[in-house]
């Protein structure tokens, strides 16, 4: 999963009240123009992460729910290693245990989690 689509997926999960989210508040929330929302949207619901229903509002699928959940819980390990060990700030923590976990590899993703579980 890209950190972009990691970031449209997150705000669908905040903004998300009564079944789903419109695509301008997703605009408005990311700060990016409703048709660079259109376009994401469309991807993610090619890998079925989020599904529009009939008054067009967008929402997470399951598999969605439970790949942001594992994504979130390695980032936020990260997170935590970089503000204690890095003295990083916070905001810069998140952004950038984001990244970082969107670049690893499905195999090492899941060794972090394993150790977080141990």
């Not at 990691?6 to 705000?11: Q, T």
Request: glycine content about 4%; overall charge positive; aromatic content about 6%.
């Amino acid at each position: 999963m890209t950190y972009s689509e990691l970031r449209y997926l997150n705000a669908v999960d905040k903004l998300t009240e009564n079944g789903g989210v419109r695509q301008i508040d997703l605009s408005r929330f990311l700060g990016v123009s409703t048709v660079s929302i259109y376009k994401a949207m469309a991807r993610l619901e090619e890998k079925n992460y989020v599904e529009r229903n009939e008054n067009g509002l967008y929402f997470l699928t399951l598999p969605a729910k439970e790949i942001i959940s594992e994504y979130m819980t390695c980032a936020k390990a990260i997170e935590k290693l970089l503000i204690e060990k890095c003295n990083s700030s916070q905001k810069k923590a998140q952004r950038d245990a984001i990244a970082v976990t969107c670049s690893l590899s499905d195999e090492n993703r899941k060794s972090i989690l394993n150790l977080i579980n141990k």
